[in-house]
């Protein structure tokens, strides 16, 4: 396997961990995904943009422990590299929604960890 086609496996099992953490509700597992040295934003479903670290994971507090939260489906994930920064396109169904997402990820001790998410809903 080449350098690049074996960072791309690892930005999509990082992408993996991201969906795992969130059905698992596992706050834990979240927050370990997230960078810790570069900024951070993350864009919710029919939400403002929010922007730090501090911000991005309170929101995904909430989310987890929200009993009502639905599981998120993914699939048609394509990893897409540029040096140490990369970016997973994907498709979410959401208690039946359809939704697509952007997961942008970045190297930081040697792990890939997100720096943005982006979900948003689409027209099937």
């Known amino acids: 396997m080449s350098g690049l ?7 999509l099992a990082a992408n993996d961990a991201f969906y795992t953490a969130l059905n698992a509700k596992d706050f834990g597992a979240m927050d370990a995904l ?10 919710h479903p029919n939400w403002n943009a929010l922007a730090g670290r501090e911000c991005v994971m309170e929101s995904w507090r909430a989310i987890l422990d929200n009993p009502e ?9 394509e990893a897409h590299l540029l040096d140490t920064v990369a970016y997973v396109l ?28 982006h979900s948003s809903p689409v027209s099937v």
Do not use: K, M, S, Y
Request: with cysteine; hydrophobic share 50%; proline share 4%.
């Open 5 to 11: 086609a074996a960072a791309a496996e690892a930005v």
């Open 34 to 43: 997230w960078a810790r040295e570069v900024p951070v934003a993350c864009v």
């Open 90 to 117: 994907c498709r979410e169904l959401v208690a039946g929604g359809a939704l697509t997402a952007t997961n942008v990820f970045t190297q930081e001790d040697g792990e890939w960890r997100l720096t943005l998410h």
């Open 69 to 77: 939260q639905p599981r998120v489906f993914t699939g048609a994930a």
